[in-house]
Nanobody, 120 residues
Framework: QVQLVESGGGLVQPGGSLRLSCAAS????????MGWYRQAPGKERELVAT???????NYADSVKGRFTVSRDKAKNTAYLQMNSLKPEDTAVYYC??????????????WGPGTQVTVSS
């Protein structure tokens, strides 16, 4: 069994910063790509940023220069540092990870999400 748990969401004023964490636990043999997605009310879930096992990153155009994705492979944890936050960044943020288990089963896993609200 594999679990992803996000933390670090909350309410922040425009221009502020938040740091999200995503911890993976369970029967994990290896993790390939870890990523962050978000879903605003009435909108589809969208990619925010990803980081692969080699450390290569990919960002949505809307967050480039403001958000930074990173990971600690030893802790099976990914982070999303969000700076210069805007009201349009308000959404539920989800962590995703492509994980191979010790039973040699590979799949994409999702966390339950954490709310980020940017408002004055």
């Amino acid at each position: 069994q594999v679990q992803l748990v996000e933390s670090g969401g909350g309410l922040v004023q425009p221009g502020g910063s938040l740091r999200l964490s995503c911890a993976a636990s369970g029967s994990i043999f290896s993790i390939n790509t870890m990523g962050w997605y978000r879903q605003a009310p009435g909108k589809e879930r969208e990619l925010v940023a990803t980081i692969n096992s080699g450390g290569s990153t990919n960002y949505a155009d809307s967050v480039k220069g403001r958000f930074t994705v990173s990971r600690d492979k030893a802790k099976n944890t990914a982070y999303l540092q969000m700076n210069s936050l805007k009201p349009e960044d308000t959404a539920v943020y989800y962590c995703n990870a492509n994980i191979r288990t010790y039973s040699n089963f590979r799949s994409n896993y999702w966390g339950p999400g954490t709310q980020v609200t940017v408002s004055s």
